[in-house]
């Protein structure tokens, strides 16, 4: 079966500062890893995936991923964070074999304070 | 603009009453998804069809039908069933086909649905 666990429900962070939302997950064999964004009322809108090659993936809006297999984490990372960053992110995995659903973590607020 | 389409945005229930959510896709997409998404519990799988005709239950089935009789359109019934059916419900569409890039999921922009 394959699981993602985010650990923080809610992470606050500087106008400026680093920011980083964490993933972890479970599945057999190598994964596909997925990040996505939801502002209020809205659907989720896709902000990077890594499917193979280098470990760390970049993406929309100055975000980027990092992919540690002997950790099996997909920590979402941005260098100076903006109040705009300020959203519901959802990180999500899929196992290679066969065409199953995306299954998904229970999200993380992001809260970017000026 | 290819997308996906998820009428109504609001949608009000009334006990023992059956609600119909109309998803709607224009990017000739093979796979739709139905989730449901509530507070602190991150978005749950009820179905998905990878096929016209052809449709998988998810983790949360009970309580909902589906049917897929044109790839575009995969509408989601809330049947008197689901005995508590607030929620914010999602589509979600993808390519498939091997050899393809992986081609992540396409999300329209919900349907909240309340009991009256």
């Known amino acids: 079966a394959q699981s993602v666990a985010q650990p923080e429900d809610q992470v606050n962070v500087a106008e400026g500062n680093p920011l980083t939302v964490k993933c972890t997950y479970s599945?057999?064999?190598?994964?596909?890893l997925f990040w996505y964004v939801q502002y209020p009322n809205r659907g989720l809108q896709f902000l990077l995936k890594?499917?193979?090659?280098?470990?760390l993936v970049k993406g929309s809006y100055g975000f980027e991923a990092e992919f540690n297999k002997s950790q099996t984490s997909f920590h979402l990372k941005k260098p100076s964070a903006l109040v705009s960053d300020s959203a519901l992110y959802f990180c999500?995995?899929?196992?290679?074999?066969?065409?199953?659903?995306?299954?998904f973590g229970k999200g993380t607020r992001l809260s970017v304070i000026a | 603009d290819g997308g996906i389409t998820q009428s109504p945005k609001y949608l009000f229930r009334k006990e023992g009453q059956n609600v119909t959510l109309s998803c709607e896709q224009n990017?000739?997409?093979?796979?739709m998804y139905w989730y449901r998404q509530d507070p602190g519990q991150g978005l749950r799988l009820i179905y998905y069809?990878?096929?016209?005709?052809?449709?998988q239950k998810g983790d949360i089935a009970e309580g909902y039908s589906v049917s897929r009789e044109k790839k575009e359109s995969f509408p989601l019934t809330v049947t008197s069933a689901q005995k508590n059916p607030t929620a914010f419900y999602l589509c979600?569409?993808?390519?498939?086909?091997?050899?393809?890039?992986?081609?992540?999921?396409?999300f329209g922009d919900g349907t909240r649905l309340s009991i009256l």
């Open positions: 979600a569409s993808r390519v498939l086909g091997g050899g393809a890039p992986v081609q992540p999921q396409h």
């Open positions: 599945v057999s064999g190598n994964p596909y």
């Open positions: 890594y499917i193979t090659g280098d470990n």
């Open positions: 999500a995995v899929r196992a290679r074999s066969g065409n199953t659903p995306l299954v």
């Open positions: 990017l000739n997409h093979d796979a």
């Open positions: 069809s990878q096929i016209v005709n052809d449709f």
